[in-house]
């Protein structure tokens, strides 16, 4: 893990998230555990997905956006967000644009008291695709859906199943704040 500060910018609609882990657990005492996602579009307008590790322990094989919990090494969420982007993809981000959604779930007790996480997704812009690298451990595969490749839950010959709802709304939510941002 690299202990540099990436150097990104960000709108300032994400302020709140500009703030480290224990501060935002301090104000939102509700959650005990902080994770991100990241959306990332490619010039084509498509979305990239990256797929976990058929031997991973939770969601084998599953498409998801990539991101990952937040450490208490991490500047800021958004700090988080930009370093689990560059360890899972390899990608460089420079500017956060906003704020796609949130979930937020319990581990219901499974290892002691009830824990709620939230995870909250940010879309970003990257410096080039071509870094793209997966991290072998955690994914083995990516490609780029379009809005529709997501509402058929396939691209081209290939099913892909998701990880548990809410995350297929969090991808069409992905695609409909974009394009409202576009230029008219």
């Given amino acids: 893990m690299s202990t540099s500060t990436p150097s ?39 979305l990239l ?9 939770a969601f084998p094989n ?4 990539p991101g990952g919990k937040v450490d208490d090494t991490d500047e800021s969420i958004l700090h988080a967000a930009v370093r689990e982007l560059k360890e899972e993809t390899g990608l460089k981000a420079t500017r956060i644009l906003r704020k796609v959604g949130e979930s937020e779930f319990s581990d219901r ?8 996480w939230l995870k909250t997704i940010f879309e970003m812009e990257v410096q080039s695709m071509d870094a793209l690298v997966l991290d072998p451990i955690e994914h083995q595969a990516h490609l780029f859906a379009s809005e529709e490749d997501v509402v058929n839950n396939c691209v ?4 892909m199943v998701y990880m548990p709802q809410p995350s ?7 695609f409909r704040l974009r394009q409202e941002a576009l230029p008219k």
């Fill in 8 to 46: 990104f910018d960000y709108d300032p609609s994400l302020q709140e998230y500009a703030v480290h882990e224990k501060e935002f657990l301090r104000q939102h005492p509700r959650y005990s555990v902080l994770c991100t996602g990241i959306v990332v579009f490619h010039e084509n307008g498509k």
């Fill in 49 to 57: 997905l990256v797929q976990r590790a058929a031997d991973e322990k």
């Fill in 62 to 65: 599953a498409w998801e956006v």
């Fill in 109 to 116: 007790g499974r290892h002691g008291p009830e824990q709620w």
């Fill in 156 to 159: 081209g010959d290939l099913k």
């Fill in 168 to 174: 297929k709304e969090i991808k069409l939510e992905a």
